[in-house]
């Protein structure tokens, strides 16, 4: 019998029958004509026509301004595709992930952006509903109905961390006061709490940003501090986090560790006994040789510390702070970066509030390890090095408006006083 009609189950439509068919539906044919010819449902056959002109959503994710990878997202097959601008482990969205599946998708929104934005993990379904048009209106970022640009480091919200105790990895142990440090689930951000001491919650957290501020403004190369906050238990914290440098590569070797390992000490007499610049630059002597590194570059980064230290009234430079970077793939020592600068403008000290003057107050802020007055130490360190030389375009220092305490604001003054004096 003669099928005069065409009708019956057809074999699978090639995406050039597809396009064809499109062609004539927008050209004015009817969709229940085009399908009868098909010999498919009309529903089969306009689904089909939606899935020829799905365009995969595109996110780009940024890190301070730089495009570190692009995420191609097919939400209708579940599937992501990404490309990778950046080498840097800790700057890409997926980290190690070279080809992440789309449970790992998942865990990134929910990370990053679901919960800032109030959404949940069960309404991600949600964020596609015709074709190429996906509501993703309340994520954070700019989208244009076909890409979502996701912005770090821009961003005006907090993020919270959540702690177990399993997560923790260090607490800072004092006489009377403790400090919460750990990393995140996914390795990507060192998180440190602020200090407590005597019960005292101390604002160390507001030093560890300003001297962020400052290193920028002086050129000295540092771990950039962010404000967060931690819950740990039923208690919520201030608090700073950073890229965890150890995922792009870098083990951190203490001073002192690395003075061990060549039978030296900077507990010995001779060291004790030296002046301030003798021992900056007995210091930089010992990096350069372990490190097979340039005198004069590690004699720069002695400088940044002490300078930085200054500036902030670090009280807490000790030798296992600084030291230098290890790098794996290279098999090589290597500069590191500035850390560890918030014990300092008074907000480390919870005795602040029984001074009587700055000056009085003053007689507990030393720098280490000179174990000298850090306006006293500026000076000797600018008749030695010429700081505006060193950090040219320096009118004078700004701290930013984090500042409260009366203390604080005096220091503040006084080293933007005495800045401006040098030649």
């Given amino acids: 019998m003669k099928n005069e009609r065409n ?40 689904k089909r026509f939606q899935d020829a002109e799905y365009v995969p959503a595109r996110i780009d994710y940024s890190v301070e301004g730089e495009l570190c990878t692009r995420i191609e ?108 440090k750990g990393i995140t689930a996914d390795r990507r951000y060192f998180v440190k709490a602020q200090a407590v001491m005597a019960g005292v919650k101390l604002r160390d957290w507001a030093v560890e940003i300003i001297a962020t501020g400052l290193c920028k403004q002086f050129g000295i190369p540092c771990v950039e501090q962010k404000h967060g906050r931690v819950v740990y238990g039923k208690t919520e914290y201030d608090a700073v986090y950073s890229a965890n440098f150890e995922l792009d590569g870098y083990s951190f070797a203490s ?3 690395l003075l061990e390992r060549c039978n030296r000490s900077s507990k010995e007499e001779e060291f004790i006994r030296m002046d301030a610049v003798s021992k900056l ?69 919870y005795y602040r509030d029984r001074y009587e003057s700055f000056d009085e107050a003053m007689r507990t802020v030393y720098v280490s390890p000179y174990g000298e007055d850090p306006f006293e130490l500026m000076e000797i360190l600018d008749k030695e090095f010429h700081l505006k030389k060193k950090y040219p375009g320096i009118v004078e220092p700004d701290y930013g408006d984090a500042l409260t305490t009366p203390f604080a604001l005096e220091y503040e003054k006084r080293m933007c006083e005495l800045w401006q004096r040098f030649d």
């Fill in 7 to 46: 009708a019956g189950r057809k074999g699978r439509l090639t995406q050039a029958q597809v396009e064809e068919l499109n062609r004539r539906w927008k050209a004015g044919e009817s969709v229940a004509e085009l399908a009868e010819e098909c010999g498919i449902s009309r529903q089969a056959l306009y």
């Fill in 73 to 180: 997202v097919d939400f209708r097959k579940e599937q992501i595709q990404i490309v990778n601008y950046v080498t840097e482990l800790s700057k890409r969205a997926f980290g190690y992930e070279e080809h992440p599946d789309w449970d790992a998708f998942v865990d990134f929104l929910e990370r990053y952006y679901l919960k800032v934005s109030g959404l949940k993990e069960k309404q991600i379904p949600l964020l596609s509903e015709r074709g190429g048009q996906y509501s993703l209106a309340d994520l954070e970022g700019v989208y244009d109905g076909r890409s979502l640009q996701i912005r770090l480091g821009s961003d005006e919200n907090i993020p919270v961390f959540r702690f177990s105790k399993g997560d923790l990895m260090y607490y800072r142990s004092d006489t009377d006061g403790y400090q919460l």
């Fill in 255 to 257: 001073f002192e560790n």
């Fill in 281 to 349: 630059k007995w210091c930089a002597e010992q990096l350069a040789e372990i490190g097979s590194i340039s005198y004069e570059r590690a004699e720069k980064y002695m400088l940044d510390l002490a300078v930085l230290d200054c500036l902030v009234g670090n009280v807490d430079r000790h030798m296992r702070n600084f030291g230098l970077f290890f790098r794996n793939d290279r098999k090589c020592f290597e500069l590191p970066l500035v850390f560890d600068n918030g014990m300092g403008l008074f907000e480390h000290d």
